[in-house]
């Protein structure tokens, strides 16, 4: 597609249900980013992809969030037994290489709400 | 690792004052560095990014940012600010592959 593509873009989920956030990236960027954004917290980070890997899971707040990234391509977010302090904007980036300073594109986020 | 400190949450400026937001970095390799705005409601977009090839950068929309290695300062500044600049502005840096962003810095404009 011509840009990232999350899905879905609303997700409102009970507490200590699973949820799992899809992100698309551009087609050919191997670089792929997972961000939270809370009112007043900027951007959070929690993960990065090269490819399939994870180089940097460091920003993962607990065990109960893990990521994959499958074909060097999509790439899912899981958060399980979902706490009320997930709510937020769940964002993804995908990049040619940062490393090189090519710029991340963003997604328009899913917004979570846990009830 | 990198870090990235914008000081100031929040910025209130007249319409046609100088706007300047400040970002601090730190980095243990060169860094690229990065300003995105966010306008209400909508997503993140690159304003500008230094990439070593020059320490002053134009973006978009009349923003520029200087690019000074010795205070590791990346501060974003426009001449005259408009009505439309009202947004949140966030920098960020990377150096090894990861991007890391400041908090965010909320521009207000005032008529």
């Known amino acids: 597609g011509a840009g990232v593509s999350q899905s879905p873009s609303n997700k409102v989920t009970e507490k200590g249900k699973d949820v799992e956030l899809r992100c698309d990236p551009i087609s050919g960027h191997t670089a792929l980013y997972w961000y939270r954004q809370s009112l007043g917290q900027g951007l959070e980070f929690l993960i990065y992809f090269q490819g399939n890997s994870a180089p940097d899971k460091s920003g993962l707040p607990s065990d109960r969030f893990s990521a994959e990234r499958t074909g060097g391509s999509v790439s899912t977010l899981t958060i399980q037994r979902t706490q009320q302090e997930d709510s937020a904007v769940y964002l993804c980036a995908s990049s040619f290489r940062l490393d090189i300073g090519t710029e991340a594109f963003f997604g328009q986020g899913t917004r979570l709400t846990v009830v | 690792a990198q870090s990235v400190t914008q000081l100031g949450s929040h910025v209130s400026v007249s319409e046609g004052a100088l706007v300047l937001l400040r970002c601090n970095y730190s980095?243990?390799?060169?860094?690229?560095l990065f300003w995105y705005v966010q306008y209400p409601n909508q997503g993140l977009q690159l304003l500008l990014k230094y990439t070593s090839a020059a320490t002053l950068v134009k973006g978009i929309n009349g923003f520029e940012a200087e690019f000074k290695k010795s205070e590791t300062s990346f501060h974003l500044t426009k001449p005259s600010a408009h009505m439309s600049d009202a947004a949140e502005y966030f920098c960020?840096?990377?150096?090894?592959?990861?991007?890391?962003f400041g908090k965010g810095t909320k521009l207000s404009v005032k008529p």
């Open positions: 960020a840096v990377t150096g090894q592959g990861n991007l890391i």
């Open positions: 980095s243990s390799v060169p860094p690229y």
